[in-house]
């Protein structure tokens, strides 16, 4: 059984990295079901959620564009 700070790291990681879709599709629901609370209308709630969801999609195609690879720091802070 491997011990140290490399295995326990390698462990928090593939908590993240199997959570984080998770995490972010709730905070995504989350965010909709408030603004639509406050909007009242579905339509004006995906109107104001769109710039997210684009920002969102464009962030995570330019960055392999870019070549930064995605490590534990950058897929945490994705739900933020």
Same mark, same amino acid.
């Given at each position: ?5 490399? *295995?326990?790291m ?9 959570d984080? %879709? ?5 905070? $995504? =629901? *989350? +965010? !909709?079901?408030?603004l639509? =609370?406050? !909007? ?9 959620? %769109?710039?997210?969801? =684009?920002?969102? $999609?464009?962030? %995570?195609?330019?960055?392999? %564009?870019?070549?930064?690879? +995605?490590?534990? !720091?950058?897929?945490?802070?994705l739900?933020?």
């Amino acid at each position: 059984v491997p011990v140290g700070m490399p *295995a326990l790291m390698h462990e928090v990681t593939s908590y993240v990295k199997e959570d984080i %879709l998770k995490i972010s599709l709730l905070c $995504f =629901m *989350a +965010l !909709f079901v408030i603004l639509w =609370m406050m !909007f009242g209308k579905a339509l004006d709630t995906i109107i104001a959620i %769109l710039p997210l969801t =684009m920002t969102i $999609f464009i962030t %995570l195609g330019v960055i392999p %564009l870019l070549g930064v690879d +995605l490590n534990i !720091f950058s897929i945490t802070a994705l739900p933020i």
